[in-house]
């Protein structure tokens, strides 16, 4: 228990490969665009929606970051899926067959299948990207969206405080279990009482945050801050970077194309 | 165990890309931008060069305080999302600028909500959450005055009020992309986030408390001492927008029934499985929904009417 510490299940894989190399704002664009053309991809388009996995795998298998990783982090859509679930029942089309006395209908089982499968296909490419994107240069990446400075620098802040407050809030839960019997495992106390404790401890976490942050904003301070966050200066994006946006555009825009064409 | 994680809230309100079409995402990324752009604005006014490491070191602790869990009852446990508190007490601007901040992280860091339809999570858990959270905690205040049972009713209805509408919007946007029928996803959501809500709202008035006790200042500073009954309204008439869409978001309205009609599976549509939800708490078809909306906006209104007579009437008591 003393050695423990925060970590966060950070993303990032340290691997060289092309895509790590890349630079984060092409990264960032050519995901988004990704992204936005799976989005469209009309329901029951299954050859844009073989051409997309072709892409992304052969993207995943460029990084060297591992299929393997990647898939396992897919798995924060599952809860999801039950939400979608419900479409194989209400949408119109021809019945497929009967479960007690819900019908499922072709459309139903065509738009389900759909959604699933972009929802993965979008998933893959965000943990490809944080993958093989560090997370400042990520961040810095989203001022070419013209994503405000303040925001951008509030969020590299939490990045960075989050492992010192999540050791606050360990801190604050070994203080509850060394003064706290719990026999079977079980906490005493009523349900409000506990409650109780809980709001506390939260409110209590939530002062020594507040205290902290006038700690480091008269640490700013004394090291000449005035209001503006300096970065270093970022490089300029090389043009045969930049130019990757143009060739993979058009081979998203291709297969949306396709998607569109029925036979 | 050396390492303890923190990942992320569990509770399914984080929508995953894929999940809604492109004009649902579209809207939602305008809106968002417009409330994000304001609450800059705004909390950058009222907190000078300290919004960056203020916000930051907040948005830091909204995540270490979901590692706060308490049980609830036969193994399960509540945790916390920490909206309302922070709003309560940083104030609505802050507030909005903590929790966008902690849903774009969620989704860079833990893929836990999508990049194209981060917009609609930071509507729903950045800005509705958080505008009908102080919302309602301003109004529960006019109400009650700053006595200490005032301000914990208004915590935890607040708190409950929050995760509520979040809820409901998230269902109103899956429905307006047919991912989900109206008519399922908004009893499910509504449902499950009614009692995650409890939770929630218990934790932020123990924590109000607290602070009432060690930092009374805190509770002070944070909105004008006016514009109370103003807030109320904002996050009345938010509440009422969400509320107001719930109809248009079903695409399908009654495609089971038809469906069954239109293949001959009349019996089927005779029981159809609609009974297994009543009509009556079944929002989302045709005119009973409706009715059961308006209801809940008329009834809504009466009880915010009343409030607002009862909060006059005691001002000029006072004065």
């Known amino acids: 228990m003393i050695g423990e510490h925060i970590h966060a299940l950070n993303g990032y894989r340290a691997r060289t490969s092309p895509i790590h190399r890349l630079d984060a704002r092409v990264k960032l664009v050519l995901a988004l665009l990704f992204i936005i053309s799976t989005v469209l991809t009309p329901d029951g388009a299954w050859h844009a929606c073989i051409l997309l996995t072709a892409l992304i795998w052969s993207a995943i298998i460029l990084s060297r970051v591992g299929m393997g990783f990647v898939q396992r982090r897919t798995a924060v859509v599952i809860p999801f899926t039950l939400a979608a679930l419900t479409v194989i029942f209400t949408t119109p089309g021809h019945p497929v067959w009967a479960i007690w006395k819900f019908t499922v209908t072709d459309r139903g089982v065509e738009r389900f299948i759909s959604i699933l499968l972009k929802s993965w296909l979008s998933i893959q490419m965000t943990v490809l990207l944080t993958a093989c994107t560090p997370f400042p240069a990520l961040l810095q990446a989203m001022s070419v969206l013209r994503i405000p400075g303040v925001l951008i620098a509030i969020i590299g802040f939490t990045y960075r405080y989050v492992f010192v407050i999540g050791d606050e809030a360990l801190r604050l839960i070994r203080g509850r279990a060394a003064r706290s019997g719990a026999p079977n495992g079980r906490g005493g106390g009523s349900l409000l009482w506990r409650a109780r404790v809980t709001g506390g401890m939260a409110a209590s976490l939530f002062l020594r945050s507040v205290e902290r942050s006038e700690r480091v904003y008269e640490a700013m301070l004394a090291r000449g801050y005035d209001g503006k966050v300096r970065t270093l200066t970022t490089q300029p994006i090389r043009l045969g970077e930049w130019a990757l946006i143009l060739p993979g555009g058009l081979v998203l825009a291709l297969i949306q194309l396709l998607a569109r064409v029925r036979w | ?319």
């Open chain 2, 1 to 319: 165990m050396l390492f303890s994680s923190i990942s992320s809230a569990t509770e399914p309100m984080h929508i995953p890309d894929g999940f809604l079409n492109w004009w649902v995402s579209l809207v939602c990324w305008v809106l968002a931008i417009v409330g994000i752009g304001v609450a800059i604005r705004r909390s950058g006014r009222a907190l000078g060069e300290r919004q960056v490491p203020l916000m930051g070191v907040l948005a830091a602790f909204i995540f270490a305080a979901q590692m706060l869990n308490f049980t609830v009852a036969g193994g399960t446990s509540g945790h916390f999302v920490g909206g309302a508190l922070a709003v309560i007490l940083l104030g609505p601007w802050a507030g909005i600028m903590t929790m966008t901040t902690v849903v774009v992280i969620q989704a860079l860091l833990f893929q836990d909500g999508g990049l194209l339809v981060m917009g609609a999570n930071v509507l729903n858990m950045g800005i509705v959450s958080t505008l009908v959270a102080y919302g309602v905690y301003r109004g529960v205040l006019e109400l009650l005055g700053g006595r200490k049972w005032g301000l914990l009713a208004g915590g935890f209805i607040a708190a409950w009020a929050s995760v509520e509408l979040s809820a409901i919007a998230c269902a109103i946007e899956l429905g307006f992309s047919g991912t989900s029928p109206l008519s399922v996803a908004l009893p499910a959501m509504a449902g499950i986030h009614a009692l995650i809500g409890i939770g929630e709202g218990l934790i932020t008035a123990g924590a109000l408390a607290f602070v009432a006790a060690v930092r009374r200042d805190l509770l002070e500073v944070t909105g004008p001492a006016t514009g109370g009954i103003r807030w109320a309204l904002a996050g009345l008439a938010i509440a009422l927008a969400v509320v107001l869409l719930a109809p248009l978001a079903s695409p399908y309205p009654d495609g089971l029934e038809r469906v069954a009609e239109d293949h001959g599976f009349i019996e089927a549509a005779r029981e159809a499985p609609y009974e297994i939800i009543p009509d009556y708490v079944f929002p989302g078809i045709s005119n009973e929904a409706l009715a059961t909306i308006v209801a809940g906006i008329v009834g809504t209104l009466i009880v915010a009417g009343v409030a607002f007579g009862i909060a006059t009437a005691r001002r000029k008591v006072i004065s």
